[in-house]
């Protein structure tokens, strides 16, 4: 069974379901228009969502295209071997609550894949260059083993808050392009997730970055690079800090690496054997800026390696 819906709607509200022997569900998207709410909701196996693909077309990397401000977009997946490539273009829209607390105007985004072998492209404003969107916030929930997130953004005042659980193998990885970004990631379940954070590019250093992550996982890895300019960043693996409470897990790995012309701060707190932490810190060749580094471990046969520059 196989269903192909093509949309050109101000609202959609869409549902597929199918036996979990059928070969696919597939939803095409092609939009365009503001205030927009549409909600996609596959059931079965295999579910696609994707671009209008050619005449007898059959290629998942073209990008479902959605353009147009004040537009709210949620998508759930629900089986194995679910694609979700999602193409979003804007420059204003709504109110939502980001994940430190704040309210905003940004676009939103709720993305939730249940089941096994997932696989989810989420780009926004996708010339990939500074200052596209004026917000953006995507919310990006994984449950069962070996899902993979690919978020790319691009604007100010951006935030992406991912939780996976339940399962092993999962991963999550954002790149965000500039300023005021925040990164909010929860690693849980069965061990070997990875997250992979990068905000500011080649294409536009990015100022006052934040990224905070959880692990609970055994074999979990965390990269983070920042390159910030005038207000320096901040990276938090959650638990040292207010809440008392570390990320666990056994034989972890954690990268940082930030850079920019103002104060850097990582604050680390891992509870574990075996883990591996490694942090370096940078400011500009004038010295104009400060890096601090607070770290709490509990286990054994931990590595720790720290290099912070401040010329």
């Known amino acids: 069974?196989?269903?192909?819906?093509?949309?050109?709607?101000a609202s959609v509200l869409i549902a597929t379901t199918a036996n979990v022997i059928a070969a696919d569900n597939s939803i095409y998207v092609d939009q365009s228009g503001s205030n927009s709410t549409i909600s996609m909701t596959q059931d079965g196996y295999g579910n696609i969502i994707r671009?209008?693909?050619?005449?007898?077309?059959?290629d998942n990397t073209v990008a479902a295209k959605i353009y147009g401000n004040?537009?709210?977009?949620?998508?759930?997946?629900?089986?194995?071997?679910?694609?979700?490539?999602l193409g979003?273009?804007?420059?204003t829209s709504g109110t939502t609550t980001l994940p430190d607390g704040t309210t905003v105007t940004v676009p939103t985004i709720n993305y939730s894949v249940t089941g096994n072998n997932a696989t989810?492209?989420?780009?926004?404003?996708n010339a990939n260059t500074a200052g596209n969107g004026v917000s953006n916030y995507v919310n990006v929930t994984q449950t069962g083993n070996t899902a993979n997130a690919n978020v790319v953004i691009s604007g100010a005042n951006n935030a992406v808050k991912a939780l996976t659980s339940g399962g092993a193998s999962?991963?999550?990885s954002t790149t965000i392009y500039g300023?005021?970004?925040?990164?909010?990631?929860?690693?849980?379940?069965?061990?070997?997730?990875s997250a992979t954070i990068n905000q500011g590019t080649s294409n536009g250093n990015s100022s006052g970055n934040t990224v905070s992550i959880y692990t609970s996982g055994a074999s979990d890895s965390v990269t983070a690079t920042q390159t910030g300019g005038t207000q320096g960043n901040t990276f938090i693996l959650q638990g040292y800090g207010g809440s008392g409470t570390t990320s666990v897990g056994n034989s972890n790995s954690v990268t940082v690496a930030q850079s920019g012309t103002a104060d850097n701060s990582a604050i680390i707190g891992v509870t574990g054997s075996s883990n591996t932490v490694s942090v370096t810190q940078s400011t500009s060749a004038t010295g104009s800026g400060n890096n601090v580094l607070n770290y709490k471990i509990n286990g054994s046969t931990n590595n720790v390696s720290v290099t912070q520059y401040n010329r």
């Open 120 to 125: 989810a492209n989420i780009n926004v404003n």
């Open 1 to 9: 069974m196989k269903n192909i819906i093509k949309r050109f709607f």
């Open 179 to 193: 300023n005021g970004n925040i990164n909010d990631v929860s690693l849980t379940g069965g061990g070997n997730n």
């Open 51 to 58: 671009g209008i693909q050619s005449q007898g077309g059959n």
């Open 170 to 172: 999962n991963s999550v």
């Open 88 to 91: 979003v273009g804007s420059t």
């Open 70 to 85: 004040t537009n709210s977009v949620t998508v759930n997946q629900i089986g194995i071997n679910n694609t979700l490539n």
